[in-house]
């Protein structure tokens, strides 16, 4: 079965930039999404389509998605980023979420 | 706004069947241009999609979970419902109902999210 792999952490100082990997084999051949999670909140939807904004989301959200690797970019990185951070692919009319990255903006 | 909400029993005795209902409102689930899935999170864990629904495009399952799970989708309420039989601890989980957008072959993202219920297994 398809497996998508993320970092299980992640680091960045405020105001620089972030990157979440997530990687799968030929990922790019399909969209990747990605969820920001804070403890106690159900997911949200940050990034569809490999690289789409919903409405609502910060313009410093950024993904995109190439040979076998999505990646998810926060510029500018608040504290309130800080957050588990999903990828999601379809594949053979499957839902593949990766194991999550937490993000800690310290 | 479309608003997601589930329902069903807090508590669960292992070897019975876990039964969840999400109620969907502002919308109609009877669009052909979305999925409806569940989605669970074990405490301290990461997501674990567990099946989607279409009124139109049929049924589709986590393939750890197929032998155990049910889904079927009730228009004339406008929900969706979930039945998970035989379980155990390990199936104790925030239970998520969201609607999944269906863009060309490879896009399905979830969009709206309910609050997410607590099932826990014990005896």
Known sequence: SYEVTQPPSVSVSPGQTAFITCSGDKLGDKYASWYQQKPGQSPVLVIHEDTKRPSGIPGRFSGSNSGNTATLTISGT????????????????????????????? | QLQ??????????????????????????????????????????????????SYSAGIFYNPSLKSRVTISIDTSRNQFSLELTSVTAADTAVYYCARQNIVGITGRHFDYWGQGTLVTVSS
């Open chain 2, 4 to 53: 997601l909400q589930e329902s069903g029993p807090g508590l669960v005795k292992p070897s019975e069947t876990l039964s969840l209902t999400c109620a969907v409102s502002g919308g109609s689930i009877s669009s052909s241009s979305y999925y409806w899935g569940w989605i669970r999170q074990p405490p301290g864990k990461g997501l674990e999609w567990i099946a989607s629904i």
């Open chain 1, 78 to 106: 608040q504290a309130m980023d800080e957050a588990d951070y999903y990828c999601q692919a379809w594949d053979s009319s499957h839902v593949v979420f990766g194991g999550g990255t937490k993000l800690t903006v310290l």
